[in-house]
């Protein structure tokens, strides 16, 4: 039987000559050549890989370890893709699509991705805002103390929905004020809990980590203990490598 290839990601040619990495089943990485690109690979040893934690770490260390060694310009694909041969490769990603892999090799070129993931805790920022807040507070205490009618406690309960959104609006501003001027390119998004609130990607220059991380550290400084960050200064740059 043929071999099939897993493909983890691809280099500007000529690309890295030897990269002393293990792949998914213990496999071996090697180089494959297709013009202007080179694929890393490894061989497949079952029909469809299971995004199962292990093989999405696998797949992860095998792009970072590249990265590590100094292919910093790597465009990663994404997990599970396995191919019959280099000729299907050639006709279904690099003839159709070489002008814009070229273009976003030429984007990437010098940089690196990081993230960064907000979280804070919703009941302590509203016991927060109601303390600095006697309006809104007042407001509140009127639902346990009186009977209101439904307009009445509709009203109130939008108030205090609207105060909180807005808190949570300036905390995110803060940090997109601060982050953004540092990036080359930004994308947001979605939140992927209920408790987080700003959840972005920034693509810098690769040397400028260091003075990113600072920056981040300085505004997470000023909110104290109320919130959660979760920094990501090293990952293959997954959400500025989609063709368009």
Known sequence: MADRYYLYG?????????????GLDG???????????????STACQKRYLS??????????????????????LLPLQFGLIVESWEQVQVDLVDPYAAD????FGRLDGCREVSIKVQWEPSTELELMMAENAE???????LEGTQLG???????GQQIEAALEERKQDVIDQFRQALTPLAKDVLENAPQ????????AFLIAWESEAAFSEVVNAVDATFGE???????????????????
């Open 52 to 73: 199962s934690r292990k093989n999405l770490l696998g797949h992860e260390k095998v792009l970072e370890a590249a990265m590590e060694q100094g292919h910093r310009t």
């Open 226 to 244: 109320r919130l959660r960050i979760r920094y990501n200064n090293f990952t293959a740059p997954y959400n500025f490598a989609q063709l368009n």
């Open 101 to 104: 892999l070229t273009q976003l």
């Open 136 to 142: 809104l507070r007042a407001q509140r205490d009127q």
């Open 193 to 200: 809990t209920d408790v987080m609130i700003y959840n972005a």
């Open 10 to 22: 691809i280099f500007p040619a000529p690309g890295p000559t030897e990269l002393p990495l293990e």
């Open 27 to 41: 496999q071996v990485v090697q180089t494959q050549q297709l013009g202007n690109f080179t694929f890393l690979y």
């Open 150 to 156: 439904m307009d009445q406690v509709i009203f109130i």
